[in-house]
């Protein structure tokens, strides 16, 4: 029997109906606060901080053993919407050499602090 992390019996997120619907909504919640922090801040810092922000939240989240439901709808469905990889790795092909390397160091450093910092309450 597979288990996930917080010892439950590991269920895809789609074996259920109910659950694929708590993930969309969620997604679509994420989805529409991403695009309205980037119409009010675009560019190659706001990705960063969004993503590190999500991490944080993720983190938060998760150290908490929330019920199925709530990691479904705030941590797969929200917070995976919320934050992008793609629109990261853009941002940082798009920039110059220097900054697209210290956007990696920035985003994924930011984002390792964050997680280690939730880990030591």
């Known amino acids: 029997m597979n288990r996930n992390l917080n010892g439950d019996r590991f269920r895809s997120p789609f074996s259920r109906p109910a659950d694929l619907a708590l993930v969309f909504l969620g997604g679509v919640a994420g989805a529409s606060a991403r695009g309205l922090i980037g119409e009010l801040w675009s ?6 901080a969004i993503n590190v922000i999500g991490t944080a939240l993720l983190a938060a989240l998760l150290l908490r053993n929330p019920q199925r439901r ?5 941590g797969i469905g929200f ?4 934050t992008t990889f793609s629109a990261f790795a853009v941002d940082t092909l798009e920039a110059t050499r220097v900054v697209g390397v210290a956007n990696v160091v920035v985003t994924v450093g930011l984002g390792w602090l964050v997680v280690r910092l939730a880990v030591r309450r």
């Open 70 to 74: 709530l990691r479904l709808t705030a």
């Open 43 to 48: 560019g190659l810092w706001s990705t960063s």
């Open 79 to 82: 917070l995976g919407s919320f």
